[in-house]
Nanobody, 123 residues
Framework: VQLQASGGGLVQAGGSLRLSCTASGGIFNRYAMAWFRQAPGKEREFVGG????????YYADSVKERFTISRPDAQDTVFLQMNSLKPEDTAVYYCAAPRVFRGSWSEKDMDFWGKGTQVTVSS
């Protein structure tokens, strides 16, 4: 499975962006999907994840109520809608997927990674 994240850019604080993660080379709808981010000088961190069916989603406390992950039926794409963006959301955002989801959204449990997309939020 190959993943490709896109949709990043420069936005003012309080604004919105929607990131996309498009998959190819596999049966996409069998995989749980996750978003991670890495800010300059910091470790990569979990942002949110969504089950293979799209029925359940999970978020880091820092983005709850502001970010929403979705995966429309019959599309090989997962979206990360980011609202009320803050300067501290500035990071490179990555999409990732585990080969088999075992209940952990840990970075080390992800088997497939897309190249990141830069999100910059200005104050």
């Amino acid at each position: 499975v190959q993943l490709q994240a896109s949709g990043g850019g420069l936005v003012q604080a309080g604004g919105s962006l929607r990131l996309s993660c498009t998959a190819s080379g596999g049966i996409f709808n069998r995989y749980a999907m996750a978003w991670f981010r890495q800010a300059p000088g910091k470790e990569r961190e979990f942002v949110g994840g969504i089950s293979w069916s799209g029925g359940r989603s999970y978020y880091a406390d820092s983005v709850k109520e502001r970010f929403t992950i979705s995966r429309p039926d019959a599309q090989d794409t997962v979206f990360l809608q980011m609202n009320s963006l803050k300067p501290e959301d500035t990071a490179v955002y990555y999409c990732a997927a585990p080969r088999v989801f075992r209940g952990s959204w840990s970075e080390k449990d992800m088997d497939f990674w897309g190249k990141g997309t830069q999100v910059t939020v200005s104050s």
